[in-house]
């Protein structure tokens, strides 16, 4: 059975960190792009992060946010830095049912999802 979990979000002040978690069971990350989306109260479910044989990064996350994989833990991280209260929101992971990230991180490209973490920027 597929299944991702994601953990490792909460509440942080503007300017701190958090390091997301995305742990896969019932599949190997080789063959899979996982990506990071996230959607804000109020808004559409937008594309952040992918990894797989390429990295790709939305503006939204470029320079602040780092993607990684640990295949021996079959786990995706997202370590995001600076974080600004638009970044707040509930962040998913998905796995797409190819090792290519695209540019676009179209949530129709990505077969399945986790539950999502809840992550609140605020003073």
């Known amino acids: 059975q597929v299944q991702l979990v994601e953990s490792g979000g909460g509440l942080v002040q503007p300017g701190g960190s958090l390091r997301l978690s995305c742990a896969a069971s019932?599949?190997?990350?080789?063959?899979?792009?996982i990506g990071w989306f996230r959607q804000a109260p109020g808004k559409e479910r937008e594309g952040v992060s992918c990894?797989?044989?390429?990295?790709y990064y939305k503006d939204s996350a470029q320079g602040r946010f780092t993607i990684s994989r640990d295949n021996a833990k079959n786990t995706v991280y997202l370590q995001a830095n600076s974080l600004k209260p638009e970044d707040t929101g509930v962040y998913y992971c998905?796995?797409?049912?190819?090792?290519?990230?695209?540019?676009?991180?179209?949530?129709?490209?990505?077969?399945?999802w986790g539950q999502g973490t809840q992550v609140t920027v605020s003073s």
């Open positions: 998905a796995a797409r049912q190819s090792s290519w990230c695209t540019p676009q991180l179209a949530q129709w490209q990505y077969t399945y």
């Open positions: 019932g599949f190997t990350l080789d063959y899979y792009a």
């Open positions: 990894i797989g044989s390429n990295i």
